[in-house]
């Protein structure tokens, strides 16, 4: 960028060589217009950075100058100058974006500071934008919240696949987000103003998933009594989802797998091919490739689906998206109950970060939903999320009771923030005898192991 260039509009001669020459002696690109006309016709050839303008003039005023300029140039600076000053018209130019209100006659030595301030700050501005942006792509991509390294792979993974039409299949535990990931790669893709169509492999018998995939032709079995398009068919240059893929029958995988390698199929009880254009997503929580030892998933139809693969990781292993995740949950629970709940104690954070989560993100959802329920104040506290200090991690079958009794103790005290009396407190034991138990299990007051 060259030199800041300024803009002089005043209806005054005087006034405009004046500051002409003040401004360019400060080495800034000047210009005059002696109307607000001449302005905007100015403007509309070159762009200026600050624009001068008088209030009082013939024709358009300053005022509504400051209007049509703001409204075609959100980012230029105007600078207001009157010699009638009243508090109406400050208030008036203020509201409709100038970034100054000046009285004539004008101190030329405040000019110099004053440009130097809006310029610094209109940069500031832009910079913010610039930031916000950028930091709201590395915590989010389309409805995926999550800054740590292991989603940043995920989003990355999705960015490099949505352009093609290979097939993706999506593993990961119950409620990590694999529906949010196929859906996201939906949105990004080529596909996405056609339709993303969703079934739930699990959910039929077979012969329903059959007709829910493939469609039927009137009579084609009993109850049949109209013909109906199958997903697939609805699906018609988009993305269909396959979810919960691990459970389907021998005899579908069968079906399925002639389907992609043909791109076309027969409704139940037909005898026209039908040819579909669509591109195939699938996401499983089951170790497919065990599956395929056991001999109960095929596997050339893995392979199929498998082109590309994406992993979302468990909650467990990117602790650090649980604070973003659960104020994201928090935000959008208050909203919908219309509570006023804006914030998460520290203690309580804790406490949901060293959860186990083995229900992962859909479980930290519910938690806070339920937290929300119970929350009585404007942050949600340890007391609100009591719920989980009782379910979590259940001690196994084999294990000594010394041992459950100094996980129990360590946890507690953890979600007690180290707090000794309030752990004491939960535990029902007395603060002395908590003090012995951590000095005989070598446990640190501090809650910090
Ligand atoms: N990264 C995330 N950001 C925001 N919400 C998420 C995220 N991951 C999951 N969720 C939410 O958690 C819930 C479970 O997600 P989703 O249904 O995608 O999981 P899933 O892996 O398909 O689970 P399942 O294997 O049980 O079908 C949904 O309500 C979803 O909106
Ligand atoms: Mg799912």
Not at 184 to 193: F, G, N, Q, T, Y
Request: a negative charge; proline letters at 4%; one cysteine or more.
């Amino acid at each position: 960028m060259g030199q800041p260039s300024i803009l002089v509009v005043d209806d005054e001669f005087a006034v405009q060589q004046a500051l002409k020459a003040w401004f360019s002696k400060s080495g800034y690109e000047t210009h005059t217009a002696d109307s607000g006309e001449a302005a905007l016709s100015k403007l509309e050839e070159v762009p200026f950075d600050v624009v001068f303008l008088d209030i009082m003039m013939p024709g358009l005023n300053g005022i509504e100058t400051l209007e049509e300029i703001k409204k075609r140039y959100p980012s230029t600076i105007v600078v207001m100058m009157t010699a009638y000053a009243s508090i109406e018209s400050a208030v008036e130019a203020m509201k409709l974006g100038a970034g100054d209100y000046l009285v004539k006659p004008l101190d030329p030595d405040l000019l110099d500071p004053l440009v130097a301030r809006l310029l610094k700050y209109r940069e500031l501005l832009q910079e913010n934008v610039l930031l916000r942006d950028q930091i709201s792509r590395m915590i989010r991509f389309e409805n995926l919240v999550g800054k740590s390294d292991a989603m940043q792979a995920v989003y990355t993974m999705i960015r490099d696949v949505a352009g093609s039409d290979a097939s993706v299949l999506i593993t990961g535990e119950t409620g990590t987000g694999k529906e949010l990931v196929a859906k996201a790669i939906h949105a990004v893709s080529p596909r996405c103003e056609a339709p993303f169509i969703p079934i739930n492999c699990g959910a039929f018998p077979e012969h329903l998933l059959e007709s829910e995939l493939f469609g039927h032709e009137k009579g084609a079995f009993t109850g049949a009594a109209f013909a109906r398009k199958g997903r697939l068919e609805l699906c018609s240059g988009g993305t269909l989802f396959l979810d919960e893929i691990g459970e389907i029958t021998p005899r579908m995988q069968v079906d399925l797998l002639r389907v992609l390698e043909d791109k076309r199929f027969f409704r139940v009880g037909g005898e026209r091919p039908i040819e579909v254009d669509f591109r195939v997503v699938a996401a499983t929580n089951r170790d497919l490739q065990k599956a395929i030892q056991d001999g109960t998933f095929r596997a050339d139809l893995y392979y199929r689906l498998n082109v590309v693969s994406i992993q979302v990781p468990p909650l467990r292993q990117r602790t650090d998206d649980i604070p973003l995740l659960a104020q994201h949950f928090l935000d959008r629970f208050s909203r919908e109950t219309n509570k006023n709940i804006d914030s998460i104690s520290r203690e309580a954070m804790e406490l949901l970060c060293s959860q186990p989560w083995q229900g992962n993100v859909r479980e930290l959802q519910n938690a806070i939903e339920r937290a929300v329920v119970v929350c009585k104040k404007r942050q949600v506290d340890v007391a609100d999320l009591a719920f989980l200090q009782c379910s979590a991690a259940m001690p196994s079958a084999d294990q000594a009771l010394e041992q459950v009794i100094r996980e129990h103790i360590q946890r507690v005290l953890k979600a007690q923030g180290g707090n000794i009396s309030k752990a004491a407190q939960v535990l029902a034991i007395h603060r002395s005898t908590l003090h012995k138990k951590l000095k005989e299990y070598g446990l640190e007051p501090e809650g910090k192991n």
